[in-house]
């Protein structure tokens, strides 16, 4: 058995936990901001929250828990060489580990959970949303079987974090290959149904592309899951975890955070249009300048209508004017007979003067 005398200062004192703890904090801090400014966005200023908002707070609470556990594995010394580990080190890092597993499953499927729920307010097309609902359930089911395939890894539970008690454990790497594989493919299905869902629009063909990008932003998580499976082969090759382990670790934290960031970017449109207009001033104008035109074309329309009545008015006017001269020729009395018109009224007219509806 080597001892750290058989290794070089330089090898002992190898530590990357300041990279690590660098990425568990910073991503997590970005998640939280984009969160927080997706609920005022949503609570106050459009005034429509939903179940999709309180699923992506749920994920953030647990990706925190995931980047806490990580924490706690760096402080047992993740990210060092084995050899200068104690026994009580290895354990508690492995007692981490377990834990940042669930938190991690469970941070990422109500990522997808929220993204499916986004899908489903903005979808009324059935085969579509059999889509989504079908994706929804996936998500859950392999949420219950990740949950329990992770408990059950390893019999008795605790000879996960200390292979000294008797028992056995399932080839790990293959229930980690397997459920890397199954997340990959969920990340592929939420990109792809953007284009099903939007695809009957009529919008112009680069606002549509603009909108699938959008909608798909969530499923960008994908590529830290591609990354994370490479990592996921270093440990289970590895001869030295605690030194491999910061890539799985690193990644994961990424994948979880970048998935709820991304999640949460399509609903700020309206917190950006509020206080950055002009980002979003020719799209504003073009439809003001829609609703302009047709506000114009039917007072145009009100105007016609109301001098035809008035033209009938007169004629009306007229014809009972002619029957009253007959009537006085006959009794040698003139009448005079004055029938009043009404006078007009305002018109408001939207981004234009008032206009007097007056006889022609």
Same mark, same amino acid.
């Given at each position: 058995m080597a001892t750290t005398s058989d290794f070089s200062p330089e090898y002992l004192n190898a530590n990357k936990g300041p990279q690590i703890l660098a990425i568990i904090i910073v991503f997590?801090?970005?998640?939280?901001?984009? !969160?927080?400014?997706?609920?005022?966005?949503?609570?106050?200023? !459009?005034?429509?929250?939903?179940? =999709?908002?309180?699923?992506?707070?749920?994920?953030?609470?647990?990706?925190?828990?995931?980047?806490?556990?990580?924490?706690?594995?760096?402080?047992?010394?993740?990210?060092?060489?084995?050899?200068?580990?104690?026994?009580?080190?290895?354990?508690?890092?492995?007692?981490?580990?377990?834990?940042?597993?669930?938190?991690?499953?469970?941070?990422?499927?109500? !990522?997808?959970?929220?993204?499916?729920?986004q899908y489903l307010r903005i979808t009324v097309d059935k085969h579509v949303r059999r889509g989504i609902l079908a994706l929804f359930w996936v998500t859950v089911a392999n949420c219950v079987q990740t949950f329990v395939t992770g408990v059950l890894s390893c019999y008795p539970v605790a000879k996960f974090w200390d292979?000294?008690?008797?028992?056995?454990? !399932?080839?790990?790497?293959?229930?980690?290959?397997?459920?890397?594989?199954?997340?990959?493919?969920?990340?592929?299905?939420?990109?792809?149904?953007?284009?099903?869902?939007?695809?009957?629009?009529?919008?112009?063909?680069?606002?549509?592309?603009?909108?699938?990008?959008?909608?798909?932003?969530?499923?960008?998580?994908?590529?830290?899951?591609?990354?994370?499976?490479h990592a996921l082969y270093i440990v289970a090759i590895s001869k030295d975890i605690t030194w491999d382990n910061p890539g799985t670790a690193t990644w994961s934290a990424m994948e979880l955070n970048i998935g709820i960031i991304c999640a949460s970017l399509p609903t700020l449109r309206a917190l950006l249009a509020k206080h950055f207009p002009r980002v979003f001033h020719s799209s504003t104008s073009r439809r003001s300048y829609h609703h302009?035109?047709?506000?114009?074309?039917?007072?145009q329309k009100k105007l016609v209508r109301q001098q035809e009545?008035? =033209?009938?008015?007169?004629?009306?006017?007229?014809v009972v004017r002619e029957e009253f001269d007959i009537q006085s020729e006959r009794k040698d009395s003139p009448v005079s007979l004055s029938l009043p018109v009404q006078a007009p009224e305002m018109i408001q007219v939207p981004h234009m003067a008032q206009i007097a509806r007056h006889p022609l």
């Open positions: 997590p801090c970005l998640a939280t901001i984009t !969160v927080s400014l997706r609920l005022y966005t949503r609570f106050q200023i !459009v005034h429509n929250a939903s179940y =999709e908002d309180f699923a992506i707070l749920l994920a953030l609470i647990f990706g925190i828990a995931t980047s806490i556990c990580q924490g706690f594995q760096v402080y047992n010394g993740m990210g060092r060489h084995i050899q200068v580990l104690t026994m009580h080190q290895g354990i508690g890092s492995l007692k981490a580990l377990f834990a940042s597993i669930m938190m991690y499953n469970f941070g990422l499927t109500l !990522v997808k959970l929220s993204i499916c729920l292979d000294r008690i008797p028992g056995g454990c !399932v080839n790990k790497a293959g229930l980690w290959y397997g459920n890397a594989a199954i997340n990959i493919i969920q990340d592929i299905w939420l990109i792809t149904l953007p284009i099903f869902i939007l695809r009957k629009l009529q919008l112009p063909k680069r606002e549509k592309i603009s909108l699938i990008l959008i909608l798909g932003l969530g499923g960008f998580a994908s590529l830290a899951s591609v990354f994370r499976l302009q035109r047709t506000d114009e074309s039917d007072v009545d008035l =033209e009938a008015a007169q004629n009306r006017a007229i």
